[in-house]
């Protein structure tokens, strides 16, 4: 089992940057890969970006390409999530979830594949 903790969200002004983290702890983080949700108000929830156990990464929102970075220190026990030149429509509550991967897994970013989830972080982007 799989514990998650997101830490480092906040009140941003738009334009400002944000980088949050996901302390993963347990039996074996290094054999899961790790992803970044959020859900806004009134929204469904969706992937934001995606890193496997080996390092490949994707960006399952369009919007944030360019923008947002995601990464993994060298224990593979955090997981941050770079969000520069943010907009008002970045505002959401921000997941950091888990799922069990063979070595050479490709990265997806579909929810239903994550089984541990984190309580979440709020961002808030507003003038």
């Known amino acids: 089992q799989v514990q998650l903790v997101e830490s480092g969200g906040g009140l941003v002004q738009p334009g400002g940057s944000l980088r949050l983290s996901c302390a993963a702890s347990?039996?074996?983080?290094?054999?899961?890969?790790i992803g970044w949700f959020r859900q806004a108000p009134g929204k469904e929830r969706e992937g934001v970006s995606c890193i496997t156990r080996s390092g490949g990464t994707t960006d399952a929102a369009d919007s944030v390409k360019g923008r947002f970075t995601i990464s993994r220190s060298k224990d593979k026990k955090t997981v941050y999530l770079q969000m520069n030149n943010l907009e008002p429509d970045d505002t959401a509550v921000y997941y950091c979830a888990a799922r069990r991967e063979i070595l050479s897994a490709t990265t997806t970013c579909a929810s239903y594949e994550y089984v541990y989830w984190g309580q979440g972080t709020q961002v808030t982007v507003s003038s």
């Open positions: 347990g039996v074996r983080v290094d054999y899961y890969g």
